[in-house]
């Protein structure tokens, strides 16, 4: 299992991620907490957030729980339920490993924004690569 810092320092280099302002909180065996602030950047024409940084966001979430015990994995599908608009000023995702197979894993993330309430929820599935 990679400690907190290298999968920090790992994840520095998915630019797009950590450009919009994705950061890892927390980690455990199959698990990962990440949150992103919510700026104007990423709202659509009607203030609210945008699917794709949502989206963007869950999916970081999976990368760090699925690759933090040093097996190389990418998301393969998604499906994505929006529940309810963000009214706080950040974003957080919670990632769970509810399968993880010789080849394959499935996650579970649940999109919370800072006020508690229920924002979406991500089933992904991934293919270890190594």
């Known amino acids: 299992m990679k400690t907190i810092e290298e999968l ?6 998915d630019i797009f991620a950590t450009d ?3 950061v890892i909180e927390e980690v455990g ?10 700026e104007a950047k990423h709202k659509n024409a009607r203030g609210a957030v945008m699917g794709g940084a949502i ?3 869950a999916d970081f979430a999976f990368a760090v729980a699925a690759n933090a015990e040093g097996i190389p994995t990418v998301s393969v599908s998604a499906n994505t339920m929006f529940m ?4 706080g ?9 509810i399968h993880n197979g010789r ?6 993330v649940r999109i919370k ?10 089933s992904l599935t991934g293919i270890h690569l190594a």
């Not at 080849?103 to 579970?108: D, E, F, G, N, R």
């Open 29 to 38: 065996k199959g698990v990962s907490v990440c949150s992103m602030p919510i």
């Open 103 to 108: 080849t394959t894993c499935a996650a579970s």
């Open 84 to 87: 309810k608009a963000a009214k």
């Open 55 to 57: 989206f963007t966001l």
């Open 113 to 122: 924004d800072d006020l508690g309430t229920n924002i979406a929820e991500v």
């Open 8 to 13: 920090r320092e790992f994840f520095k280099a």
């Open 89 to 97: 000023t950040r974003l957080i995702a919670r990632a769970e490993l």
């Open 20 to 22: 919009v302002g994705c």
